[in-house]
């Protein structure tokens, strides 16, 4: 999609009002609203068990909501998860979720749901997929299956990605590599990143949503949210170190 398809830059491929979720008849997702800018990387924040993933979950329709969520300003709150992502929004989920048994060409194929799936963007993206592409995708480090993740949600013309926690647990080395791909990424799709490693937030994220207790405590430009100290200590509970 060029840029600018969407209409103006300024009307957001993604807004949620009001979003409120439950899971085992537990209120996970209290009262969330947020926008997603038609370009670039926004960021959602928040400690552990605040409600980031579940926030994702019910953007995709993958457990029970109320409240609004449209896509390029028309309704998806509703939708089964399968009407949702066929209309283009892209799930990276926070545990990889690659099948093991199967072979990085294997995964990437059951992943293709268009006639022209973008290969050649892939393969110039993740060199080291194309070098493994006959290698189970169990025997791969947690580095290459986060690539083969992301790997496979690009394949396919979205207008959205959500992206949860790409880097957890992987080396220093490997976080700035998925970074990159990323950062490439979103030159050509919009991506909603769930993110704890705010150096990697520092770099990518235009815009950030913090998230605490199931609501949004804070929206900003990502970059002043990270310059706040007292913010990111309180919301976050973290001290950011300052480049010098
Ligand atoms: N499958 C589940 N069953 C019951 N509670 C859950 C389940 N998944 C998440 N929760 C609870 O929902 C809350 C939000 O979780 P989650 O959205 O995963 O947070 P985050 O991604 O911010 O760490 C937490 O209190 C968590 O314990
Ligand atoms: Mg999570």
């Not at 979720?21 to 990387?41: K, L, R």
């Not at 949702?84 to 690659?98: A, K, L, M, T």
């Not at 194929?109 to 592409?133: G, S, Y």
């Amino acid at each position: 999609m060029t840029p600018g398809a969407e209409g103006a830059a300024s009307v957001p491929i993604l807004t949620v009002r009001n979003l409120r979720c439950t899971i085992a008849g537990q209120q996970v997702v209290e009262d969330v609203s947020f926008d997603v800018p038609a370009t670039g990387i926004t960021a959602v924040l928040g400690r552990n068990g605040v409600g980031k993933t579940s926030t994702l979950r019910g953007v995709l329709g993958l457990i029970p909501l109320r409240g609004e969520v449209r896509l390029g300003g028309e309704r998806i709150d509703g939708l089964s998860t399968h009407r949702i992502v066929r209309r283009g929004v892209g799930y990276v989920p926070e545990d990889r979720e690659v099948f093991s048994k199967l072979t990085v060409a294997e995964n990437l194929a059951l992943a293709e749901r268009q006639k022209n799936p973008r290969r050649e963007f892939v393969a110039e993206l993740f060199p080291d997929l194309v070098a493994r592409r006959d290698q189970p995708a169990g025997t791969l480090s947690g580095g290459q299956q986060q690539m083969v993740s992301v790997a496979r949600a690009l394949l396919n013309d979205n207008r959205l990605l959500l992206v949860d926690e790409p880097t957890k647990g992987l080396a220093p080395k490997i976080v700035t590599e998925v970074a990159d791909a990323l950062r490439e990424a979103s030159k050509t799709v919009p991506i909603l990143l769930v993110e704890q490693n705010l150096e990697v937030v520092r770099r990518l994220a235009e815009d950030a949503v913090v998230i605490a207790g199931g609501r949004v405590a804070h929206v900003g430009k990502a970059s002043d949210i990270l310059d706040d100290e007292e913010l990111t200590r309180r919301l976050l509970g973290v001290h950011v170190e300052h480049a010098a």
